[in-house]
């Protein structure tokens, strides 16, 4: 039998396991009550919740418990779950700064939809643009978080590269203003004009836990998270910080793209999140005259869908104007509505509403004057986001 970690070293291994809620480990948290680590191969731990009917008990479940199982010699995990005293609770909040501990992470956004992909070059970022305008377009208050660091475009197709961040009195980012009203937060508005993000992991967690803590975001009917393509460490920070989120998955009509496709499915079920539907992109090229061409086949699309058993939302084609548009910084579902690819990508968004809840519910707000804004001047690559 393979020698057991140390107690230390099962506490260092829960540092990986986030409070969706308090965007914060569960060890800083001060939320690992016990570690027992048995010679037979099993570790038994409690961890305590800040309430006892904790909606996210069974997200901290599985985190746990995987966790535990990556480190050598383990065999089995036993979690169990108390409840933080209400001194322990004050003095948590204290700890984090606040008058009380919050009631979920952005609750005033009644839809968060991760759009991912098994691999880059499928047309992700355009139909995250695309969907995000016309859902917009639809009457929805639309935002974007661009969290493909590596490959950040969202700048340019909402028309907005070259912007830089701004904050307010309150040191939270507000969000740019793209099309339609769509409010944008990429890493793109932080450092300068294309340049590369040369980040490691905890960096990149960083990035991406201030985009969901320290935004201004305000009641939102949908936030579109562009995904990086793959199973890497941004898919897993953000299903950790946002165990509730939707994940639509795009994929081109092509057997190996949609068999790549299944691995992002395949990730997001493991981390508890809920697949909603299948976009086809890519599905024929259609000439300005109106006629088709399968370039990249036809069907994966469907197969990938009946595969996971969820619905086809739409299968959206390759246009000149969806590529023009892609660069010209105008969606196309608002540049050329009439246009093949944008009247798909409206009736894709139609299905979405009708998937999703109708509102967010809304926290009360003070009524105050919106304070002055500042640009933030530029940073060097590396650096973390400029926020307190």
Not at 11 to 38: F, G, K, Q, W
Request: with cysteine.
């Amino acid at each position: 039998m393979e020698p057991m970690p140390t107690r230390d070293e099962v506490n260092e291994a829960l540092r990986e396991v986030i409070d969706p809620e308090l965007r914060r480990d569960i060890v800083t948290l001060e939320m690992v009550r016990s570690i027992d680590v048995h010679t037979n191969g099993v570790v038994d731990v409690t961890v305590s919740l800040t309430t006892p009917g904790c909606p996210i008990r069974d997200h901290f479940q599985t985190a746990v418990d995987a966790a535990i199982r990556r480190l050598d010699g383990v065999i089995g995990v036993n979690i169990s779950f108390d409840v933080l005293s209400e001194d322990e609770r004050r003095t948590l909040s204290q700890k984090l700064g606040r008058g009380s501990l919050p009631e979920g992470a952005l609750a005033q956004v009644a839809n968060v939809v991760c759009v991912g992909s098994g691999k880059g070059g499928v047309g992700k970022s355009s139909v995250t643009a695309n969907l995000a305008a016309a859902l917009a377009a639809a009457g929805k208050r639309v935002g974007v978080m661009d969290a493909d660091v590596w490959g950040y475009s969202q700048p340019r197709m909402f028309g907005l590269s070259g912007e830089r961040a701004k904050v307010n009195a309150s040191r939270q980012i507000v969000p740019l203003d793209g099309a339609e009203g769509v409010k944008v937060v990429s890493i793109g508005f932080f450092i300068d004009q294309d340049a590369a993000v040369v980040w490691r992991g905890p960096m990149l967690h960083k990035a991406l836990q201030q985009f969901i803590e320290d935004v201004e975001w305000g009641e939102l009917d949908y936030l579109l998270i562009d995904l990086p393509p793959g199973t890497g460490d941004v898919s897993m920070t953000l299903a950790q910080l946002l165990p509730e989120a939707r994940f639509l998955i795009v994929t081109t009509p092509q057997a190996v793209a949609q068999k790549v496709a299944k691995r992002s499915a395949d990730m997001a079920e493991k981390l508890n999140l809920e697949v909603s539907g299948v976009i086809e992109n890519m599905s024929g090229f259609t000439t300005p005259a109106g006629e088709s061409f399968a370039i990249f086949g036809s069907g994966g699309g469907q197969l990938l869908a009946d595969e996971l058993e969820v619905p086809l939302l739409g299968q959206v084609p390759l246009t000149m104007a969806l590529r023009e548009q892609s660069d010209n910084g105008l969606p196309v579902v608002l540049a050329n509505p009439a246009d093949a690819a944008a009247l798909a990508v409206t009736q894709i968004a139609q299905r979405l509403i009708e998937l999703t809840p109708a509102a967010p519910v809304s926290l009360p707000m003070a009524a105050e004057p919106a304070p002055a804004l500042t640009v933030l001047p530029p940073k060097p690559v590396g650096m973390s986001l400029p926020m307190a």
